[in-house]
């Protein structure tokens, strides 16, 4: 009986403690890095590119996506680009269940906070119609010099129609992309370099979301579909060519 109970178990162990080596061996998959997106509001004074609806659509779009620890920034847009300030902040977090459900409803709250959020938030923005530049330019080295708060991977949202307007930049002179000049992309890149360096701004995507062709505010010059190519070919190719990966969508 003995010998009879000996023979079951002993394969019993030596499965059970090759178990134990393949379990000790397995490599937990690693946890995706938390990531930075920076969103820019550019409302008002004629420009299409943020709405309510607009930063809505990028945020329930974007927010599922991100890993726990991510964080989401709300940037406004200013004449003067050194009275623009962050909005709102939000930080993503992991559901405490792994149920799919669980997992799921946690996903579903954490869009509708983010949404309801900074919405409120940029009401000031969305409601300010006195507007007389756009320093879009300015604005994104701004948020790139504001840092990485989680040291991962970097993503601009920049909801603007692209017509940077400025008088008297010091790095970029006189830029008038509604009725003035489209610079090309070399020459834009040109005064780029003094307001971004490429290491600030090497790996960093931007995407130029709902940069639409729509009429100029006032009627003050005719938008042609010539000058929306243009402009389309002056941000892609100067931002690329100081070190950025760049987007453009109408939607």
């Given at each position: 009986?003995?010998?009879?109970?000996?023979?079951?178990?002993?394969?019993?162990?030596?499965?059970?403690?090759?178990?134990?080596?393949?379990?000790?061996?397995?490599?937990?998959?690693?946890?995706?890095?938390?990531?930075?997106?920076?969103?820019?509001?550019?409302?008002?004074?004629?420009?299409?590119?943020?709405?309510?609806?607009?930063?809505?659509?990028?945020?329930?779009?974007?927010?599922?996506?991100?890993?726990?620890?991510?964080?989401?920034?709300?940037?406004?847009?200013?004449?003067?680009?050194?009275?623009?300030?962050?909005?709102?902040?939000?930080?993503?977090?992991?559901?405490?269940?792994?149920?799919?459900?669980?997992?799921?409803?946690?996903?579903?709250?954490?869009?509708?906070?983010?949404?309801?959020?900074?919405?409120?938030?940029?009401?000031?923005?969305l409601k300010n119609d006195d507007r007389r530049?756009?320093?879009?330019?300015?604005?994104?080295?701004?948020?790139?010099?504001?840092?990485?708060?989680?040291?991962?991977?970097?993503?601009?949202?920049?909801?603007?129609?692209?017509?940077?307007?400025?008088?008297?930049?010091?790095?970029?002179?006189?830029?008038?992309?509604?009725?003035?000049?489209?610079?090309?992309?070399?020459?834009f890149a040109q005064r780029l370099r003094h307001?971004?360096?490429?290491?600030?701004?090497?790996?960093?995507?931007?995407?130029?979301?709902?940069?639409?062709?729509?009429?100029?505010?006032?009627?003050?010059?005719?938008?042609?579909?010539?000058?929306?190519?243009?402009?389309?070919?002056?941000?892609?190719?100067?931002?690329?060519?100081?070190?950025?990966?760049?987007?453009?969508?109408?939607?």
């Amino acid at each position: 009986m003995r010998k009879l109970f000996l023979a079951l178990i002993l394969p019993l162990l030596v499965a059970c403690n090759d178990l134990r080596a393949r379990v000790k061996n397995v490599v937990a998959p690693e946890k995706p890095s938390p990531q930075t997106v920076d969103v820019i509001c550019d409302a008002g004074g004629g420009s299409s590119g943020c709405s309510a609806d607009s930063l809505a659509v990028i945020l329930r779009e974007i927010t599922p996506k991100l890993p726990a620890g991510s964080v989401v920034r709300l940037h406004g847009m200013t004449d003067d680009v050194a009275q623009a300030t962050q909005l709102s902040a939000y930080t993503t977090s992991a559901s405490k269940k792994r149920t799919v459900r669980a997992v799921a409803g946690h996903k579903a709250r954490q869009i509708e906070e983010v949404t309801a959020q900074f919405l409120t938030a940029a009401e000031p923005v969305l409601k300010n119609d006195d507007r007389r530049a756009s320093p879009i330019a300015e604005t994104i080295a701004r948020v790139i010099l504001s840092g990485n708060p989680t040291s991962g991977t970097r993503t601009l949202y920049v909801l603007s129609d692209g017509r940077q307007f400025s008088k008297a930049s010091p790095a970029l002179g006189r830029i008038d992309f509604e009725c003035g000049t489209i610079l090309t992309g070399d020459e834009f890149a040109q005064r780029l370099r003094h307001l971004i360096p490429e290491r600030n701004s090497d790996g960093i995507t931007i995407h130029f979301r709902f940069a639409k062709l729509e009429p100029i505010a006032k009627d003050r010059c005719p938008a042609t579909v010539e000058r929306y190519a243009a402009l389309q070919e002056a941000w892609t190719t100067a931002l690329t060519q100081v070190g950025a990966r760049v987007t453009w969508s109408m939607n």
